[in-house]
């Protein structure tokens, strides 16, 4: 199965834009999802977005629908996280990982990468 290795974090001011990529070592199958999930400091972890790997069907976390869009580029093998008008609340160990179904349960994961920190500042 893929590896993952995110990149692209760092700090940002609030009201800001960062993208986050995710790159499999391997092609996933059509059928596979790659979903970002975010876990900031004390916090459990939280699911962000995923993408079908075949069809590109999105899904989104309420709290960030209409700032986050996640895409794929089946070339590069990866998936990005475009995040725009980000804040404070958006601070967070963000990862990747590979699911065989969509699920918002950090715990229906076949990998994960290591994790990209995001901090935002107001």
């Known amino acids: 199965q893929a590896q993952l290795v995110e990149s692209g974090g760092g700090s940002a001011q609030a009201g800001s834009s960062l993208r986050l990529s995710c790159t499999a070592s391997?092609?996933?199958?059509?059928?596979?999802?790659i979903a970002w999930f975010r876990q900031s400091a004390g916090a459990s972890v939280e699911f962000v977005a995923s993408?079908?790997?075949?069809?590109?069907?999105?899904y989104y976390a309420d709290g960030v629908k209409g700032r986050f869009t996640v895409s794929k580029s089946s070339a590069e093998k990866t998936v990005y996280l475009q995040m725009n008008d980000l804040r404070p609340e958006d601070t967070a160990l963000y990862y990747c990982?590979?699911?065989?179904?969509?699920?918002?349960?950090?715990?229906?994961?076949?990998?994960r990468g290591q994790g990209t920190q995001v901090t935002v500042s107001s």
């Open positions: 993408i079908r790997w075949g069809t590109e069907r999105t």
């Open positions: 391997g092609r996933p199958y059509s059928s596979h999802i």
């Open positions: 990982a590979l699911q065989t179904s969509y699920s918002r349960s950090p715990n229906d994961v076949l990998n």
